[in-house]
């Protein structure tokens, strides 16, 4: 499962990004503007959205992605972090949301298609946790 480590890792992976505690969470940011945070209890994350495309994403995935009523007339939306199917589509949001703060410059910038896989949240212990499945023997043929 995704938490609020495997947000910091990949938001912090991404070029020019630097971390600060505002509102008592950790928010990251690009060139002096606010890409992701990670409000509350760290189950979700908020990120920038277009806001003339989030009504149409919340209406298709309203269990995972929401606007709070405080946040209705901004260009954010939050995601929940359970909801998500892995590192790969958490990288693809935040990867969105940091194009859109960077710099023209800095926002087109080549990066890696897949999640660094440096320290890991829970979601890679998790993963690194099961235990390989042993090779199912072929039947024979007859």
Known sequence: MLDSSDVRRIALSLPGTVEKELW???????????FVTVPGDGT?????YPRYERDELIAA?????????HEANSSWVRA????????????VILVDSWRQAAPAGLAEADLP?????????????????????????AEAAE
């Open 24 to 34: 008592n969470h950790p928010t990251f940011h690009v060139a002096g503007r606010m």
């Open 44 to 48: 979700s994350f908020a990120v920038r």
């Open 61 to 69: 995935e309203p269990e995972r992605f929401w606007v709070p009523p």
């Open 80 to 91: 929940r972090l359970a909801a998500l199917d892995g590192l790969d589509e958490l990288y």
């Open 113 to 137: 298609a897949r999640p660094p896989r440096g320290s890991a949240g829970r979601a890679e212990q998790a993963e690194a946790a099961q235990p390989a499945q042993p090779a199912q023997p």
